[in-house]
């Protein structure tokens, strides 16, 4: 026998003489648990709570359930609802503050709190299905019942299912139900008014996303914005928005070069797991996915039945397209002028419910976003969910005009005044030598000017380093719009184009419009095109904007579909062409001695997914050997003279 076995031996036996042992002892007492000193279930006080705080799961027509946060100020009797539909956690969204006030409790994202405790609303914040406390399952922008939805429900019938069970449930209501929201919860506002409940009365949608391709949240004119990835990833892939984008560069200019195309980011980060990504990839053309779900053409074709306000910014930073798209899409409806409204202030995505004095560098004089919930929104809502309160005078369309900072009442937009003045459309020429002017091109000046753009040194859309997305004052993000554009005007690879000093000030309402006549060496091309207001090298009153670049209306076009949105095709090489780029809208006065400034570029990086430039397929998927160089041309001959054609707005009297 081995040592080893002998010792093995050894072990085995005094582990079962042990084990004899313990056998024969008595069993040690057994020592009683400590108490423990937490309930089995805890209930809250609420003692001096001026509201009460109830969930509730209400159930939909095919058995799903929404959970929905009621908070019903104390005493309250036939007091209206409001409600807003969220995919962005209704209890983070009704608990800002450990206070017995309704209003702090709702203070921060839901800064219309001072609307709600001066008029006595009962508020209600629910959880659009699939998402943190609602059942279901959770589609981005779920489409309405039909080619794209083949279930039998839609944002539409929870909202009417919700208002029915409210209507019913709520003692303390009057029957009576608005609708509120800003973004994504401004566009579930929008889908409430398909076949919406007899019990709701009015609508609030701001800063909503009406049409995902042609100028909000995930295209603008089939340009990608790219910099939504790590947006895409968090809201959908997990049911709380648990799972995380991770960065692999504290620059994002970096981390989005480095990847290469945003399909090849989008699959380093997992995102291909996600339906949503897979339909935008496969849908990069604006087709009948995109058609069928734009909220103005599906609103165009419903009925106006319910009051409607619809909130926009000058500087909103992610839905600058859907406002005036779905304003102009109601309005054609109200024969009245009366149950259609906009508002349009000098904000960025959302602003109008925050501390609004400023914007960045540009200074207002007054908290706009104050004025505007007291004296248009508070009002607006009380007229039609208040018992008998009185008709408030609204006008059809409020708008802060930018430049003198003052609120304008119109009867309609676009309209730069109500009586004493005309709006021409005045083509604003880019000419030789880099000059802007009202004076077309003469014969004989130079034919063109050019630029390279070459993809793998991009035009920055603010400067570097440039963070990742964030809110706060202290972000870049909410004030990108305004940033001063001198950075870009010194680039090799941006066109810019001044005029002289105006002698006089001129002012714009409404949508310019870029017509470039334009040829590039490569067989695609993206064409960004900014509208500046320069001012004078010293400003007394405001000495920090001496000199300052100010944007006051922006866009990308994708060369691409020049032809047809639907049908993008390869552009021929080194031909002059036209291009019709619209703008978002303004309502600006240029003011006496600034100068107006036109900038042209082929990247905007990396808000935007760079085009390679040669034509390839899908541009989600270009390889690296995709990208190139290319020489662009911006004609200016008197045959083919690009312009900006403006809303220029001619007034004979200020009486408005």
Known sequence: MSL????????????????????????????????????????????????????????????????????????????????????????GLTTHAQSPRMAAVLQGYDNIADVIEQSGYIRVVQDVRGKYGSEGDYVMNRPFRGPLNPTPVDHATDTWDTIEWLVKHVPESNGRVGIIGISYDGYLSLT??????????????????????????????????????????????????????????????????????????GQARGLEQSGFWRKITAHPAYDAFWQQQAMDKLLAAQPL?????????????EDIYGAPAVYRALEAKDTDNDRVHLVAGPWNHGQQIHEASRLGAVQFDADTALQFRRDVLRPFLDRYLLDGEPKHAVAPVVAFETGTNRWQSLSRWPAGCDTGCSTTAR??????????????????????????????KPVPFTRRPIRAVAYGDEAYWPKWLVDDQRDASSRTDVLTFVSEPLAEPLKIAGEPVAQLFAATSGTDIDWVVKLIDVYPDETPRQPQMGGYQLMVSADIFRGRYRESYEHPKPIATNVVLPYRIPLPHANHVFGKGHRLMVQIQSTWFPLYDRNPQPFVPNIFFAKPEDYRKATQRIAHAEDAASRIVLPVVETTSRSD
């Open 192 to 265: 409430a008014l398909v076949d919406p409940h007899p019990a709701l009365k009015v609508s609030v949608p701001m800063n909503p996303m009406v049409d995902g391709w042609m100028g909000d949240d995930w295209f603008h004119h089939g340009a990608f914005r790219q910099i939504n990835l790590p947006y895409m990833l968090e809201q959908i892939v997990t049911r709380d928005n648990s799972a995380s984008w991770w960065h692999s560069h504290a620059d994002q200019y970096d981390e989005y070069l480095a990847a290469g195309s945003a399909g090849a980011l």
């Open 4 to 91: 080893h076995r002998v010792m093995y031996s050894a072990v085995v036996a005094a582990v079962f003489a042990t084990a004899v042992a313990a056998a024969d002892r008595p069993a040690r007492p057994k020592y009683p648990n400590y108490p423990s000193e937490t309930p089995a279930e805890f209930k809250p006080s609420t003692v001096g709570f001026d509201h009460e705080r109830r969930e509730v799961m209400i159930p939909m027509r095919d058995g799903v359930k929404l959970h929905t946060v009621i908070l019903v100020p104390k005493g309250a009797r036939r007091a209206p609802m409001l409600l807003t539909r969220t995919p962005y956690d209704a209890n």
């Open 427 to 456: 083509p604003l020429y880019l000419r030789a030598e880099a000059k802007l002017s009202f004076d077309a091109p003469a014969a004989g000046e130079a034919a063109e000017s050019d630029y390279v753009s070459d993809p793998a």
């Open 305 to 317: 039945k319910v009051p409607t306000m619809v909130v926009h910014g000058w500087w909103d930073q």
